[in-house]
């Protein structure tokens, strides 16, 4: 895989540079409420302004539906990018048509200009490969050189990801190498104890990540709305908490094998639960109580790992060497239910271990909470496609670049 100061050093003054980047950031009210991503690429846009590249920006955001919609316009992440950058950055209204060409034949060398969300083009997410390259085609007109760095899309086979390197001479962003290098640390070189949380609400999401760590990991903390599918697996009621049915036949396997294989499988020991779901923007005072994780009353719902088990789970970090952490422990976004994703947070930070924060929402939890994002060994910005890669999966994005 060529790298961007391989690249660099060929030079590329005067050329048009098309960066795949991920500025898929959150927006509430049309304001960014997290600029990670787009900080996390800010190196690589520096880097090729500063070496004389007319630098041409594009991305995705959100799940348009092959149309303009201006709930999920780039404006906003092409502002707060040149906040960052500390110059204008120019923006085109569309991805391939007028807009688009008249912006990039304006940019001057060192400039940088955003055109429109990829998305809002059915070509860059057609499952049909003539009409994606169609799309790949058209946004290979607009630059001389392709570097990605998006790797929060580097698992989807996306015109932008996949098709438009083959159509340009191609390198890989510092973003994508650190990541890259990062997952590597995970799989191909991992130092233990290797601790891996996971979270987040549907345990059919992480059953392929699961399968693989039952051979890599030492430890596997579970937490989050999938825990209650462990539960139940082990015989316990759940109440009205998140709940798989579909799935205890498999988890109960994975069960098995992780004691077979030595892999300690720890699971939630107590639980905050209440009768409803809380209002995410914590307007209404929470009714809850704490119960012990076999004894959910039948009218409670699971919502965050209780006193009890942050603590256990502390403890099952406290001695590692290596740490991955994918997906909130409860309902992070209501302050009553966000001690356990801060607890798993704080632990890592107090932890001596290569600490790794798999992206989506746990990096979003992170930054949410308050935490010093440089108190962790890396904070990903892609939690798919850690997944994915931790899987053993091939990632499209990756494999275009390594031709």
Do not use: C
């Not at 190196?43 to 302004?49: M, R, S, V």
């Not at 400039?111 to 969300?117: H, K, L, M």
């Not at 809002?120 to 007109?141: H, I, M, S, V, Y």
């Amino acid at each position: 895989m060529k790298t961007i100061d391989e690249l660099l050093a060929e030079g590329v003054a005067g050329k048009r540079v098309f960066v795949r980047a991920d500025l898929n950031v959150p927006l509430a009210d049309g304001k960014i409420t997290d600029d990670g991503r787009i900080r996390a690429v800010q190196p690589t846009i520096a880097k090729l302004a500063e070496a004389g590249a007319r630098v041409i920006v594009a991305s995705h955001l959100g799940r348009p539906k092959g149309a303009p919609d201006p709930a999920f316009s780039l404006a906003p992440a092409a502002a707060r990018l040149g906040e960052l950058l500390g110059t204008d950055v120019a923006f085109a209204t569309d991805t391939v048509g007028a807009s688009a060409k008249e912006t990039v034949a304006a940019l001057a060398d060192g400039r940088v200009a955003v055109i429109e969300n990829l998305r809002f083009n059915a070509g860059e997410t057609a499952k049909d490969d003539a009409e994606r390259g169609a799309f790949a085609d058209q946004l290979a007109e607009l630059a001389d050189v392709y570097v990605g760095d998006g790797f929060g899309a580097v698992h989807r086979k996306h015109a932008s990801v996949f098709d438009l390197p083959a159509r340009l001479p191609h390198a890989a962003g510092y973003l994508i190498a650190t990541e890259i290098g990062v997952l590597k640390k995970l799989t191909d070189e991992v130092k233990r104890p290797y601790v891996v949380i996971l979270g987040g609400a549907k345990v059919s999401d992480k059953l392929a990540v699961i399968d693989q760590l039952l051979g890599k990991a030492d430890r596997l903390l579970i937490g989050g709305g999938m825990a209650y599918t462990f539960l139940y697996a082990k015989g316990h009621e759940v109440g009205i908490s998140l709940l798989q049915k579909d799935q205890v036949d498999v988890v109960k396997e994975y069960m098995e094998r992780a004691e077979k294989n030595g892999v300690e499988l720890v699971l939630p020991v107590d639980i905050l639960a209440s009768t409803e779901f809380p209002d995410l923007k914590g307007k209404t005072p929470a009714d809850f109580v704490t119960v012990d994780a076999d004894k959910i009353p039948a009218d409670q719902e699971g919502l965050d790992i209780g006193p009890r088990t942050r603590e256990l789970y502390a403890s099952k970090i406290a001695d590692a060497e290596t740490v991955f952490w994918n997906g909130p422990l409860g309902v992070f976004e209501h302050p009553d239910y966000a001690g356990g994703t801060r607890a798993i947070a704080q632990a890592l930070v107090d932890s001596d271990a290569f600490t790794v924060v798999g992206g989506g929402d746990s990096a979003a939890a992170v930054r949410t909470l308050g935490f010093d994002e440089n108190a962790f060994g890396h904070i990903s910005t892609g939690g798919g496609a850690s997944l994915e890669y931790l899987e053993g999966k091939t990632l499209p994005g990756i494999a275009a670049l390594e031709v």
